[in-house]
């Protein structure tokens, strides 16, 4: 034994110190154990980078290595017990790779990971690489990972697979509750769209009804044509005083009994316009008929904005598609009122109509206050309001929106029959020219709200609207800047594009409202959608009063052709608002989400 230790001795003594690790026998003590290894890869763990670079070196004989001084080795290189120590070294130190290649192996941070590529060495090829980790005791044939590491690489495969879940749940989120949330209401919720959907049909048939038959009994009765036209117009005016009053002191009265009251209302108002009839002639039934008129624009308002509240506070999530659900409704109305109108007169007199309105709306309103959930409107505490919202810049842009929309459609009320008298219509195609832009406008609209909904693209449908609606009026005119006359199938194209562009305009224009007010620091309350409510129904009966108002004033004026560039120009102008509006805003909330 004595001789194995003798610094003269030939063999192990001379071999390199790399290869001693390589056969597994100590150097200096038992505590400097090789590092692990990987079984593919010849490299040591703890220092990646340093792998490609290594040299291996060939052992074939040991005898004319160079001697080293302090390695404790055999005496003889080819002895029996020699190789057989080395053969079972070799055996332990193969299991061991074994071993290590079902193992993970642990992170590395390093600035050059992307380019720390693993590269396979052949096995026999295999060495250590220094400087390895002192003092660490891992002996071959061991776990080769402590446990603090083992249970790191565990939490860190863990922390992986649960953000790749997260991540996924998070791109299905959008389309979940665009499509999920709106498809799993419940049967109350079902009834309570139904009944806003129903509500805001009666409102627009109540309005629109008159309009086959009313002008000749006026006429009958000694009014002039100014007077009816101050019958027609006086209710877009009340509703335009009124809604914003609703919706400021809806918390007072309470949303649901105000949506019952307007109903109540309007229904008693109605079966009144009835009896009209019966009255003399002069300014009895003129006066009578303005004031069950206004009446009715307060009953009216008084629902219409309450229906607005209501949906943002049962739907919050699909504002977009219930808002658009109502409009389809009120355009159903819008294009049906004169239709069901003239037919009841037909078939019963003036006082059926009426009649039968008033009917529809008192079950509506017996519906209502049973199926209708009763929400708590507590007043909330605070000085923000009405004219605090007014100060909001989105608020004015969303208001100029909205007028701009009602302008561009009441416009034609009075003013597009006389436009198609040229082409010497019958009544009835002249009412299919009507309803191609009203019925187009209550198809498209549940279209908008669901892609709203979906995309979260509200300035992006408002500007398309605004953009459609300014090819639509120049073509309707047409414009005196086009080289050619009006021709009636541009005119029906036309018409049927703005129906589609107002519903683009129109639609998104509530959740903009909503969603600025709240990013304001407005809570989430009946006041808070009352006020919203109460400017957007205001904004509308505002510009729906104006347009055929103003804009046959302006046609006697100036003609037909110009005013529909003048309401191109003042589409183009709201783009020009938008563009510069938003354009600064989207770059700094892009800045603040990349921060």
Not at 81 to 100: L, P, T
Not at 191 to 214: K, R
Not at 382 to 389: E, L, R
Not at 460 to 470: D, E, I, K, R
Request: charged share 15%.
């Amino acid at each position: 034994m004595a001789s194995l230790n003798s610094d003269s001795a030939p063999g192990y003594r001379s071999a390199p110190r790399n290869i001693q690790r390589l056969r597994g026998t100590s150097v200096q003590s038992e505590d400097r154990s090789p590092p692990a290894y990987d079984s593919d890869m010849g490299y040591n763990e703890r220092t990646p980078l340093l792998a490609p670079a290594m040299s291996l070196p060939s052992v074939v004989g040991y005898d004319s290595a160079p001697s080293v001084s302090d390695y404790p080795g055999p005496s003889t290189a080819r002895s029996e017990v020699g190789r057989d120590e080395f053969r079972r070294k070799r055996k332990r130190m193969r299991k061991y790779q074994r071993i290590q290649t079902q193992k993970m192996r642990p992170y590395i941070a390093s600035p050059f990971m992307p380019i720390a590529t693993p590269l396979p060495i052949p096995l026999e090829r295999r060495a250590p690489s220094s400087p390895r980790e002192p003092k660490r005791n891992l002996a071959y044939g061991s776990g080769g990972r402590r446990p603090e590491e083992k249970l790191l690489a565990d939490e860190e495969q863990q922390a992986t697979s649960s953000t790749e879940e997260e991540s996924a749940s998070d791109e299905d989120e959008s389309t979940i509750s665009a499509k999920g949330s709106f498809a799993a209401l419940s049967s109350k919720e079902w009834v309570t769209v139904v009944m806003l959907a129903l509500a805001n049909l009666c409102s627009t048939v109540a309005f629109s009804c008159i309009a086959p038959f009313y002008p000749d009994e006026a006429k009958k009765k000694g009014m002039t044509e100014s007077q009816t036209g101050i019958v027609f117009g006086i209710f877009e005016l009340v509703m335009f005083v009124m809604a914003p009053i609703f919706g400021r002191y809806m918390t007072v009265v309470g949303s649901k009994n105000m949506f019952t009251l307007g109903l109540a209302i309007t229904s008693i108002t109605a079966i009144l316009f009835g009896f009209l009839n019966f009255l003399p002639s002069g300014n009895i039934f003129f006066f009578a008929s303005l004031l069950i008129r206004i009446l009715e624009a307060v009953g009216d308002a008084a629902f219409v904005t309450s229906s607005f509240a209501i949906s943002a506070k049962c739907f919050p999530g699909n504002i977009a598609v219930v808002v658009g659900i109502m409009e389809t409704f009120a355009g159903l109305g819008y294009t049906a009122g004169p239709v069901i109108g003239g037919v009841l007169y037909e078939f019963g007199g003036f006082q059926t109509p009426f009649l039968v309105l008033g009917v529809i709306l008192i079950v509506a309103t017996v519906l209502g206050w049973w199926l209708i959930e009763n929400y708590k409107d507590a007043e909330v505490g605070g000085s923000k309001g009405m004219m605090a919202m007014l100060r909001i810049p989105v608020i004015w842009i969303m208001v100029y929106a909205v007028v701009v929309c009602a302008i561009s459609l009441s416009f034609l009320d009075p003013t597009l029959s006389a436009h198609l008298q040229s082409f010497h219509l019958s009544p009835t195609m002249v009412g299919l020219m009507f309803l191609l832009c009203g019925g187009i406008y209550t198809l498209s609209a549940p279209v908008w709200g669901l892609l709203i909904d979906r995309f979260q693209c509200t300035i992006s449908v408002m500007v398309f609207g605004s953009a459609a609606t300014v090819f639509s009026m120049v073509l309707i005119g047409p414009s005196p800047f086009l080289p050619f006359s009006k021709n009636l199938i541009i005119i029906g194209i036309s018409l049927a594009v703005l129906g589609v562009a107002a519903g683009a305009l129109y639609i998104p224009t509530f959740q903009n409202c909503l969603d600025a007010v709240k990013e304001h620091g407005y809570d989430d309350s009946f006041r808070t959608y009352g006020c919203v409510s109460g400017v957007f129904q205001s904004a509308f009966a505002f510009g729906g009063f104006m347009g055929p108002t103003v804009g046959g004033f302006v046609v006697e004026k100036i003609g037909f052709a110009w005013t529909c560039t003048v309401i191109a120009a003042i589409h183009v102008m709201f783009l020009l608002t938008v563009a510069i509006f938003y354009s600064p805003c989207c770059k700094r909330s892009a800045s603040q989400r990349r921060t």
